[in-house]
């Protein structure tokens, strides 16, 4: 199956995205900490352009700890690069000096031009369901978005103001025409930022299966108490007769395992995971 979503609300916001770009000073381009590479948007780079910029790693509590320092090393060699969770962090603390100090030049530049207060304008990017909601109303102490848990909350450019110093630009998340690579594809669908009805859940759960008996082999025998085998399908089969999950002819009930696999790695049921790991590195 190959998946692609690109509605027409994407390329409306992409437009608009376009057209706002000259007014701001700084795009903040959220990411995904649980997949770093997976989570950039091609097309966003592109617009973005020769913008200053400040690449925020979102969701890190959720995030594998020593996974996230390794790409917090690797995407600073390239760019200024942070890690936070709107959830547990103070992300006004976290990103304001950043900003002033990333556009110090151009504070500077207008302080001698006689202007006492520059406010400072960013817009927020990234994919969809990666925080930039959350991560808005968190950096402005407000609820002032809308935020769910689901892709493709956000529809229109929204403004909200911090102070005088700096007003944030919310936008709705936005993905690419072709994914060229299905893994990541899968990685998108997987983490939820590609909306449910777009990929099959058989192939999702095959795959996630294959990547966590890969590298996080004891996070599943934790969790399930299974013994891993070879074969991916056998150990789905597995955790539907641990449960007791089973239809007509006393077959597992594979579609309810699905469901339950794919719920316990969107929340932290399996703990702290990181999807892209240090082969992708090679791609940066
Ligand atoms: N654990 C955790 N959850 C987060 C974090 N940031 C955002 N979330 C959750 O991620 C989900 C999506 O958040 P939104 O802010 O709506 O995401 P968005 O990027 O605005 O999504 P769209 O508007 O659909 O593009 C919500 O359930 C948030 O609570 C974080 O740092 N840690
Ligand atoms: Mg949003």
Known sequence: MNINWYPGHMEKAKRQMSEQLKLVDIVIELRDARMPLSSANPMLDKLIGTKPRLLVLTKKDMADPVKTEYWLNELNKKEPCIALSALNDNVCKLVVGRVKELLKDKLERAKRRGIRKKVLRAMVVGIPNVGKSTFINALTFSKATKVENRPGVTRNLQWVRLNEDLELLDTPGVLWPK?????????????????????????????????????????????????LQDAAMSNL????????????????????????????????????????????????
């Open 237 to 284: 089969e597995a955790l539907a007769i641990q449960k007791n999950w089973l239809i007509a002819g006393g077959k597992p009930d594979l579609d309810k395992t699905y469901d339950m696999f794919l719920t316990d790695i969107r929340s932290e049921a399996l703990g702290r995971i990181t999807w892209d790991d240090e082969d992708a590195g090679k791609y940066i």
């Open 179 to 227: 994914f060229d690579d299905q893994t990541v594809a899968l990685k998108l669908a997987l983490l939820a930022a590609i909306s449910d009805h777009i990929a099959d859940k058989r192939e999702l759960a095959l795959f996630a299966m294959d990547y966590l008996k890969k590298h996080y082999p004891m996070a599943l025998e934790k969790r399930y108490g299974i013994t």
